[in-house]
């Protein structure tokens, strides 16, 4: 899963970047994220730290 998941973000990257340099906003991104995190279920930060904070 981890190969696959660096693919995906070098993907994103590579396809967020030329989408930029070609004069789009890049806040449609994140919109174009959205769904698929509110579907994973994951869960939001808890403060400022993040995660980083959290122990269990």
Do not use: F, N
């Amino acid at each position: 899963m981890a190969p696959l998941a660096g693919l995906s973000y070098d993907a994103y990257s590579l396809i967020g970047g030329k989408l930029i340099a070609r004069g789009h906003p890049s806040g449609a991104a994140a919109l174009l994220v959205l769904p698929v995190l509110l579907g994973s279920g994951a869960q939001r930060p808890a403060g400022l730290r993040g995660g980083a904070g959290r122990r269990g």
